[in-house]
């Protein structure tokens, strides 16, 4: 048995399958997000939350203030490290989630970088909407 398959077997025991799912569509949500730090295009944020999103402006006034600096964010990926499902319906999920920041950098436009201060697990309530495009946060 591979390692891969290892982690999966220890993960899927740990969070129920139905959980397993949502981690992953929030997981697949993160990683354009991060993107969106990473290349400084707020407008890749339309693909994670939903419009109207308080977490959306948020995000994009960051990225904006970072690249006014001549600056973006990269690493800005967020390891999930429990998911449940308080509630969901057809058309809205709640989860229930702690996560962390992993090791992010600020990257300048002339090439150097510095570490941003790691971060601490955070739980926090996650509302997913569905959307004529598919689940965003929000």
């Not at 397993?20 to 990683?31: P, R, S």
């Not at 601490?120 to 004529?132: A, E």
Request: charged share 25%; with cysteine; hydrophobic share 40%.
């Amino acid at each position: 048995m591979d390692w891969i398959s290892v982690l999966v077997a220890a993960v899927t025991s740990v969070l129920g399958s139905n959980d397993l799912h949502w981690a992953g569509v929030l997981g697949e949500l993160d990683d354009v997000r991060a993107e969106a730090f990473a290349h400084r295009d707020a407008a890749l944020l339309d693909k994670v939350y939903a419009p109207g999103s308080s977490g959306r402006t948020q995000d994009a006034s960051i990225i904006s203030a970072y690249a006014s600096r001549g600056a973006r964010v990269t690493g800005a990926d967020l390891v999930l490290l429990s998911c449940t499902v308080r509630s969901s319906s057809a058309e809205q999920v709640r989860l229930d989630v702690v996560d962390q920041l992993e090791s992010s950098r600020i990257v300048w436009d002339d090439g150097t970088s510095r570490a941003l201060p790691t971060d601490q697990p955070t739980r926090r309530v996650v509302t997913l909407i569905r959307t004529r495009d598919g689940w965003r946060i929000d």
